[in-house]
């Protein structure tokens, strides 16, 4: 734990999510509150899509972190901002010829409710 999961639609020109994900992945662990091996990041591309009333052409990045239970208000604003900084330092997002709405939403997991086992290989 954490899941990333970011949602991004599909006008956004030269996007490529893998670097994101890495970049979001490494400001989660530098906030000291998240391991490394724990971040599970995946990324999906919305091709299907309407912002507003679909008048202006617009683009959206959408990050959902899901953390499990036991965090304070503060150690979450510091995800949360952390988590932003990266998106609005993102290059790509930067070069579009439109709006990026960039959006981070922190969901929060009751830790009697999730349910992990790591399987090892068997040599």
Do not use: W
């Not at 970011?6 to 662990?29: H, M």
């Not at 391991?35 to 912002?51: G, N, P, Q, W, Y």
């Not at 959206?60 to 932003?84: A, F, T």
Request: include cysteine; hydrophobic fraction near 40%; aromatic fraction near 8%.
């Amino acid at each position: 734990m954490p899941h990333v999961i970011v949602d991004y639609s599909a006008n956004l020109k030269d996007f490529e999510p893998k670097p994101l994900l890495l970049k979001i992945n490494t400001a989660l662990v530098e906030t000291g509150y998240c391991e490394a091996l724990d971040i599970k990041s995946r990324a999906h591309m919305d091709d299907v899509f309407v912002i507003g009333l679909g008048a202006e052409q617009q683009a959206y990045v959408h990050v959902k972190v899901y953390l499990l239970s036991g965090r304070d208000q503060q150690q979450k604003q510091e995800i949360g901002e952390n988590v932003l900084k990266v998106l609005l330092s993102y290059s790509t997002l930067q070069q579009q010829d439109f709006p990026v709405q960039s959006c981070v939403e922190l969901i929060e997991m009751p830790k009697q409710d999730y349910f992990k086992h790591v399987i090892k290989p068997h040599f």
